[in-house]
């Protein structure tokens, strides 16, 4: 087989760059390790940014997004039972959406389908080769057959544990990485949100999220250690962890039901640079993971595929690669931006530290926040997204 572009993954990243390069002309084929349906069944991200809908929409598949997504103003922050707001539309003039990767992902897939674009799913050992040379080919297994695709160029779009970072010489990637000793004990319910705006919640207990997928929808989170078991977790042990940590109107307002998704996330930041190996293109969490207290990991992904899909569009319709060479640099200005926030508001929210000092430093500077126009106004312009 032959095609310009080969994708590897098909998340948010594979599949909206599938979809932008397939609506300029440009061939491609995304190889994806699992079945469409466990990549629907992963439940993740849930805000998106201004940048992250308007790529939607070029991508020709925002319709459904801007008539259930739910458009937020401001976001909530309780701390130790008290709230607070950061009121994002006044400060910045932008707004958040809430809309599930799950539907993202689900909007895409249909606008692949509907293009009659080709996706292997189920597609085994995907290796690439040659990504130094002019003509990288990637290989793969599917159907019980070994097949080859020739391509003009590779994007590893395959997430955090993808093939295409680890592909790379050792001596030719620079990793940058680090790991929290804690993670997100996450439930989706089918009950109503206990706030209209996501509350991020700081506790003695521990951090605690309030958000949502639609109006009798709710995902809720608390901070859990990185050693915790699932099935230790049943629905009433997660209520118990979590109703204490609400404020209390969010408390009285509070309706418990069964989960229908629970699951485990660990805090990571890392990030892998460059972002360009030959004819290897990453994208995405292939290179790059932030903890997802910022909301930034979807939306990273997304303003990576941005940089990539100009850049090959400029590569093909004007025959200049000046953007191609820019890719991993303009990218990575951003994400470092975003690795700095979602780092920033992680230790700002999450009890990690048993050292008095950085607890009231924690204090001292959530009060800067809440006191300050300029403070608020750097915490809003980084929420809503930091221009592409
Ligand atoms: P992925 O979604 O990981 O997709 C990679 C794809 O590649 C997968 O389908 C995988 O099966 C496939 N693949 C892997 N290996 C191979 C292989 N060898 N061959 C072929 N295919 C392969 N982000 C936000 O912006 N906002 C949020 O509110 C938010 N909340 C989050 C909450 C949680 C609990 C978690 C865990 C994450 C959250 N994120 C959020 C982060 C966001 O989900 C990720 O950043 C996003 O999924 C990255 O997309 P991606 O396409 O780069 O990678
Ligand atoms: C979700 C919402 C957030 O604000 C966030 O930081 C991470 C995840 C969610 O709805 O899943």
Redesign the pocket.
Known sequence: MRTQVAI???????LLLGQLLHRRGIDNII????TADY?LG???????EQGTIDLLDEAGVGTRMHDEGLVHEGVLICIDGVRHRIPLKELTGKTLMVYG?TEITKDLMDGRAAAAAPTVYS?HD?AVHDISGNAPRVTYRADGKSHEIVCDYIAG???????SRKSVPAGAITTYERVYPLG?L?ILSDTPPVTDESMYVRHPRGFALC?MRSPTRSRY?VQCSLAEDIDAWPDERFWEEFKPRLDEESRERLIIGPSIEK?I?PLRSFVAEPMRFGRLFL????AH??P?TG???????ASDVWYLSRAFIEHYAEHSDAALDHYSARALARVWKAERFSWWITTLLHAISENPFDLKIQLAELDHLFQSKAAAMAFAENYVGLPY
């Open positions: 590897i993954g098909a998340g948010p990243a594979g190889l994806e390790r699992q990549v992963r439940i993740r991200a849930g805000v998106i990767q597609a995907v779009c395959d997430g955090f544990h993808g093939i997100w996450g958000s989170y699951s996330a994208a995405g969490d292939a993971i932030v997802p909301a930034k990991g979807l939306n990273l992904a």
